[in-house]
C-alpha cells in the first residue's frame, strides 16, 4: 500500500460495487458497508483500471489440447441509451434502442471451467469470436466438436462454418419441447 493509496482488499471491493451498478450507487454501497467515504470518481477509476487488467490477461488464456469441446452461442437483446447529438445538455433527450450481445461459452467435456466471449459485431466477427474461443479452449484438428444452443438460423449456420467437420449441433431440451 502507498501513501494515499487504497488496499487490494478494498479495491476489490470497490471494483466489485463498481462494477455491479452506477459508481454513485457503489459510493453509497460502499458507505453502508464499511463505513468509509469514497468518491465515485476513485471508484470508477479503479473499477476501469481493473477491468483493463482483466481484458489484458483474458487474451493469453489458452488451455491445453483436449478430445472433446463442448460449446454453445445464444443472442440476447440488450437496452443501450444514447444521447442525441443535438441536445445541448447530454444529459436529456435520450434515445434507447435495443441491439444484440452475441454470448458463445466453450469447455473441454467433462471440465467445469469455461471460456466465455461476447460481441456487439456483425455475424462475421461472431463467427470469428466463436472460432476463437474454442479454439483457447483446446481445439485441434482431432478435436470433436459438440455444439448446443436454441436452433437459431444464424447459430447453426455459423457453428456449421467452424466446426462442421469436426462435430455436431444439438438442439437443446427446452427448444426441442417447444
Not at 466489485?16 to 453502508?32: K, M, S, T, V, Y
Not at 444484440?100 to 467435456?109: H, I, W, Y
Amino acid at each position: 500500500m502507498r501513501h494515499r493509496g487504497y488496499s487490494k482488499l478494498l479495491e476489490r471491493a470497490l471494483s466489485d460495487f463498481g462494477a455491479e451498478e452506477a459508481f454513485e450507487r457503489a459510493a453509497l454501497r460502499i458507505q453502508e458497508h464499511y463505513g468509509i467515504r469514497i468518491c465515485s470518481t476513485a471508484i470508477r477509476r479503479i473499477t476501469l483500471r481493473h477491468g483493463r487488467a482483466i481484458v489484458g490477461t483474458s487474451e493469453q488464456v489458452q488451455w491445453p489440447a483436449t478430445g472433446a469441446i463442448v460449446t454453445q452461442m445464444d443472442g440476447s437483446l440488450i437496452p443501450v441509451v444514447q444521447p442525441e447529438s443535438e441536445a445541448p445538455d447530454a444529459r436529456k433527450n435520450k434515445k434507447l434502442f435495443w441491439r444484440e450481445v452475441r454470448l458463445c461459452c466453450a469447455r473441454p467435456l467433462g471440465s467445469a471451467h469455461r471460456l466465455y466471449g461476447a460481441t456487439l459485431g456483425s455475424l462475421e466477427s461472431t463467427s470469428w469470436m466463436w472460432q476463437e474461443t474454442v479454439r483457447r479452449a483446446g481445439l485441434t484438428s482431432r478435436t470433436d466438436v459438440h455444439g448446443v444452443g436454441d436452433g437459431a438460423p444464424w447459430v447453426v449456420e455459423k457453428f456449421n462454418e467452424n466446426f462442421e467437420q469436426q462435430g455436431k449441433f444439438l438442439l437443446d431440451f427446452y427448444h426441442l419441447s417447444e
